[in-house]
């Protein structure tokens, strides 16, 4: 079982920065790929980037290629989502997910564990 709660969400200017923070409890973090994604209101939940176990592979959303950067510490047992150059569209509840799979960890689907996510408003 692995429990998962996100930080670090707020009010950001346009083309400013917010760092995510996911702190998963159980001993077996460093086991898990580990995903972001996102949910505006009214809309789909959408992949935004994921990151395997050890942290050799990430993935990214077209819309986060450039801008965003996940990373983790299993030292810590947290998942981190660097978010630069915030956009109007950025805004959203955003999610930490782990999941015991290889791949991209695109599809939500995939995922075992989700945290109760963290609001990210961008004023512009």
């Known amino acids: 079982q692995v429990q998962l709660v996100e930080s670090g969400g707020g009010l950001v200017q346009a083309g400013g920065s917010l760092r995510l923070s996911c702190a998963a409890s159980?001993?077996?973090?460093?086991?898990?790929?580990m995903g972001w994604f996102r949910q505006a209101p009214g809309k789909e939940r959408q992949f935004v980037a994921s990151?395997?176990?050890?942290?050799?592979?990430?993935y990214y959303a077209n819309s986060a290629k450039g801008r965003f950067t996940i990373s983790r510490d299993n030292a810590k047992n947290t998942v981190y989502l660097l978010m630069n150059s915030l956009k109007p569209d950025d805004p959203a509840v955003y999610y930490c997910?782990?999941?015991?799979?290889?791949?991209?960890?695109?599809?939500?689907?995939?995922?075992?564990?989700w945290g109760q996510g963290t609001q990210v408003t961008v004023s512009s």
């Open positions: 997910a782990a999941r015991s799979g290889g791949g991209s960890g695109y599809y939500s689907t995939t995922y075992n564990y």
């Open positions: 159980g001993r077996t973090f460093s086991s898990y790929s």
């Open positions: 990151i395997t176990w050890s942290g050799s592979n990430t």
